[in-house]
């Protein structure tokens, strides 16, 4: 059994989650999310609470049950509250700004790089070497702040790169480390 999938999902107030056929759509003060709901998975609706159920007789399904689960919680959190990922840029000359909906990125490379920001995604460039990302959709969020990462992800020896703010680069000793 799936404990997570089990858990129902609290409504706040403002947000108006509707079903209509095997689409979900939640309404809140930042926005609109949609979602289309896997055949195996039923929703009820009681009150302001939200209950995902599926068959519990195939693991499959109790999977599905789970990730449809925190599907839901995290569209309803996007749309009450949003979300914000932060990313770093450490290494010398290293710096971003804003451009209308595009992100231009000095990262070591002979040309800038301008990374086109996705639709429901901004950013917030802080000290040149900050940059914070908000949205409501949590998986989008996600990938625009991995597919930033990976124009120049950090590296081991000097730790230069762009990189999450709360991650830490595992160092490596250079060449000369071993010699005495």
Request: no cysteine.
């Amino acid at each position: 059994m799936s404990r997570i999938g089990k858990q129902p999902v609290q409504l706040p107030d403002k947000v108006q989650f509707t079903l209509k056929g095997d689409m979900i759509s939640v309404k809140g003060p930042k926005g609109n999310l949609e979602r289309q709901l896997h055949p195996a998975i039923e929703i009820s609706i009681n009150d302001d609470i939200v209950i995902v159920k599926t068959d519990t007789s195939n693991k499959k399904k109790v999977a599905l049950q789970g990730l449809f689960r925190s599907l839901i919680s995290n569209m309803v959190t996007g749309v009450t509250v949003g979300y914000e990922k932060k990313l770093l840029l450490s290494g010398i000359g290293y710096r971003a700004e804003v451009k209308n909906k595009s992100l231009i990125l000095n990262v070591g490379y002979s040309n800038p790089v301008e990374f086109t920001l996705p639709e429901g995604i901004s950013a917030n460039v802080e000290k040149n070497t900050q940059i914070s990302l908000s949205g409501i959709d949590k998986e989008t969020l996600g990938q625009t702040a991995a597919n930033i990462r990976d124009i120049r992800p950090p590296e081991p020896y000097k730790g230069k790169g762009i990189m999450y703010a709360d991650e830490r680069i595992m160092r490596k000793a250079g060449k000369t480390a071993g010699k005495e």
